[in-house]
């Protein structure tokens, strides 16, 4: 799967969860705005994680691997990090209280949040879904430019050299140099080269 397409697919997902919270807000629902909006962070956070190449981990809190890769950023992205890294960690610890309460202590997730925590809850879940959005943007956008320059030199530089192979010819325009390269795809490659 390609790293782009993963990104987006979570950001789209993000942006389901948003929409959720600020529906769950509307109804005065604010365990479901807390927990949403978790999930909203979380899935715009791992975007962003895909976004630049990094793997990250099947957990809730991602905030230790944004924080320790935040070379791979923009300047812009950098500067937020430490804030969207609390948002997440304060996020991530309401999780499951907001979905079952504290059962030990016969506590219901609705005496425990009140609209305060809603709010706050909210506003980071934008901020991250926000500055998720823009780093994904930017990020494929820089991308299909490059790309598109690329093309522009590969194409004309294939049909030159190769006029009788259209095989090699094919290769260069197909969508096989959209993505990174497995082993086998380099062998597959080899072969139709041949």
Do not use: N
Not at 98 to 117: H, I, N, V
Not at 127 to 149: C, D, G, H, V
């Amino acid at each position: 799967m390609r790293t782009d397409v993963m990104a987006r697919e979570f950001l789209e997902r993000a942006r389901s969860r948003l929409l959720a919270a600020e529906a769950a807000m509307e109804r005065g629902d604010h365990p479901d705005v807390v927990r949403f909006s978790q999930e909203c962070v979380e899935l715009s956070l791992k975007a962003c994680l895909r976004a630049v190449g990094i793997e990250y981990p099947k957990v809730h809190d991602v905030s230790d691997v944004l924080l320790a890769s935040e070379g791979r950023f923009p300047g812009w992205m950098r500067s937020m990090l430490p804030r969207l890294a609390e948002i997440s960690r304060g996020l991530a610890a309401k999780r499951s209280p907001a979905m079952y309460g504290l059962e030990t202590l016969g506590r219901l997730p609705s005496e425990l949040f009140d609209e305060g925590d809603a709010e706050e809850a909210l506003e980071g879940a934008r901020l991250s879904y926000e500055a998720s959005s823009r780093l994904i943007e930017e990020l494929f956008r820089l991308s299909s430019s490059l790309l598109r320059a690329s093309r522009s030199l590969i194409l004309p530089l294939s049909s030159a050299i190769c006029p009788l192979v259209p095989s090699i010819r094919l290769l260069a325009t197909s969508s096989f140099l959209l993505k990174p390269f497995s082993r086998t795809e380099v062998s597959s490659a080899e072969v139709s080269v041949r």
